[in-house]
T-cell receptor
């Protein structure tokens, strides 16, 4: 299994540009999570999906951020317009959806975003 | 809302020294606790997890953690660290309602050869 796949691994863009981060969860996993990691705030949950449906987006910082999961094997996190304070490492994680048990979240390698 | 506190932000040890990293949580529901490790330039990997049962949990690479309910703690331990244990360690609690993890701020461990 290839694990959680994220692209790009690194992104450098200028303020005001649109940024799209991509994630492919592990096959068969139907919960997907987007996290952001910064020095100041550590690891924060932005949004998560169960069966392609957004369940909790309370961590999304503002309307400039949006996330979609059009199918079970693909999700995007979009920032439009981007700002320097969005610079961070963005992680995607997936896990099987269990009713009475929790399974480990498997993390992707992350996308390091730098907004100039 | 739940929270996780990791009091040691940066720990420097020599090889073969014993390690204990503190983690305290604040959560009113059923507690599911985790320790993740992030090696330099890599993604997070699960070290160990606690759901129920034996409060002493064994993980990979010789790590263990003890859940002490009365102290709201889940400290990570290793009897003898190696240079390869240099990494950042994150404690996390699962919000069973939201099914999402809340992470502590992390502890950067540096092991000197």
């Amino acid at each position: 299994d290839a694990g959680v796949i994220q692209s790009p691994r690194h992104e450098v863009t200028e303020m005001g540009q649109e940024v799209t981060l991509r994630c492919k969860p592990i096959s068969g996993h139907n919960s997907l999570f987007w996290y952001r990691q910064t020095m100041m705030r550590g690891l924060e949950l932005l949004i998560y999906f169960n069966n392609n449906v957004p369940i909790d987006d309370s961590g999304m910082p503002e309307d400039r951020f949006s996330a979609k999961m059009p199918n079970a094997s693909f999700s995007t996190l979009k920032i439009q317009p981007s700002e320097p304070r969005d610079s961070a490492v963005y992680f995607c994680a997936s896990t099987p959806l269990g009713t009475f048990s929790y399974n480990e979240q498997f993390f992707g390698p992350g996308t390091r975003l730098t907004v100039l | 809302a739940q929270s996780v506190s990791q009091h040691n932000h940066h720990v420097i040890l020599s090889e073969a020294a014993s390690l204990e990293l503190g983690c305290n949580y604040s959560y009113g529901g059923t507690v599911n606790l985790f320790w993740y490790v992030q090696y330099p330039g890599q993604h997070l990997q699960l070290l160990l997890k606690y759901f129920s049962g034996d409060p002493l949990v064994k993980g990979i690479k010789g790590f263990e953690a003890e859940f002490i309910k009365s102290k709201f703690s889940f400290n990570l331990r290793k009897p003898s660290v190696q240079w390869s244990d240099t990494a950042e360690y994150f404690c996390a609690v699962l919000d069973t309602g939201r099914r999402a993890l809340t992470f502590g701020s992390g502890t950067r461990l540096q092991v000197q050869p």
